[in-house]
């Protein structure tokens, strides 16, 4: 499985599973279609929005963890 860390780049973890794109609208990050962002890490990118980066990669390691398990069901 494939983990998300705070350092990876936003377009890198989109091309892991865009499932992951309501995980960060729903937490502010309405600019994650912009070519810039894609460049911007997550820490980055949840400082410019007030994130806490921490919280939100737990729920996006979360988030893989489920599809990984309802694949392997």
């Known amino acids: 499985m494939a983990q ?9 973890i989109l091309k892991i599973n ?5 995980i960060l609208l729903n937490e502010g990050m309405h600019c994650i279609g912009c070519p ?5 890490s997550l ?9 806490d980066a921490d919280a939100l990669t737990v729920k996006l390691n979360e988030f893989l963890a489920n599809v990984e398990n309802e694949e392997n069901k």
């Open 4 to 12: 998300i860390t705070k350092n990876m780049i936003i377009g890198d």
């Open 18 to 22: 865009m499932g992951v794109v309501p």
């Open 36 to 40: 810039a962002s894609q460049g911007e």
């Open 43 to 51: 820490e980055e990118a949840c400082m410019v929005h007030g994130i």
